[in-house]
């Protein structure tokens, strides 16, 4: 077949499927996979809803909207982008919907101009976690109560950044949530193409990964 430079939709026979444990938010899965050879392996990765990111930018100052939240499996307080499962996507709930939830359940803010920065795979090997990382602008505080915060939410620290200096900050090594990460390289890179900003994806456009 022709080379195309596209991710392309593909499965091999699963002979056997058995799930081994399961937690609020994943479920470890084993499979025996039939490969092209065919010869049999089993194959161990964990199920996951996806997840959204918003990549909230001030054009007047040219800042980025950032939390600092504790991680417990990595033992660190993460620099990360305002972020959140779509794990309401059985109800109904777009991609898009999810991450202006987020940003409002995390930072009390909207935006009035959405763009698709990025999608990602988060560990394709072990995993069938995707994310989208969306442009966010226009920002203005949200209308009405504010977002009563829980648990590690509550604990969440909010910062408005220069973007050159998170730019910095990533290609030093010193920023390395893959979201954040992914993110800001876009951005940065879609500066720099015809059209700039406006010439990215629609908040709408087809995520692959995630079909709605």
């Known amino acids: 077949m022709p080379f195309t430079l596209a991710d392309s939709p593909e499965e091999w026979p699963v002979e056997l499927t058995e799930d081994l444990a399961s937690g609020g938010i994943t479920t470890y899965r084993r499979d025996r996979v039939r490969m092209p050879s065919g010869k049999a392996q089993k194959r161990e990765y964990t199920l996951h809803p996806g997840a959204v990111a918003v990549l909230a930018l001030d054009d007047d100052t040219d800042r980025v909207l950032i939390i600092t939240q504790y991680r417990h499996p990595v033992r660190h307080r993460l620099v990360e982008l305002p972020a959140g499962l779509h794990d309401k996507r059985g109800d109904g709930e777009t991609p898009l919907v999810a991450a202006q939830r987020e940003l409002w359940e995390e930072t009390d803010l909207r935006a009035a101009d959405w763009r698709v920065l990025a999608d990602f795979y988060n560990t394709a090997g072990s995993s069938n976690e995707a994310s989208r990382v969306y442009l ?45 990460v992914v993110g800001v390289l876009a951005l940065a890179a879609a500066r720099g193409r015809p059209g700039g900003l406006d010439s990215l994806r629609p908040a709408d456009a087809p995520w692959p990964a995630r079909p709605f």
């Not at 209308?143 to 220069?162: F, K, S, Y």
């Open 136 to 180: 966010a602008r226009g920002i203005e505080t949200a209308d009405g109560d504010l977002h009563d915060r829980e648990d590690e939410e509550a604990d969440m620290q909010t910062e408005w950044v220069p973007f050159e200096d998170l730019l910095q900050a990533v290609l030093a090594g010193k920023v390395g949530t893959a979201a954040t």
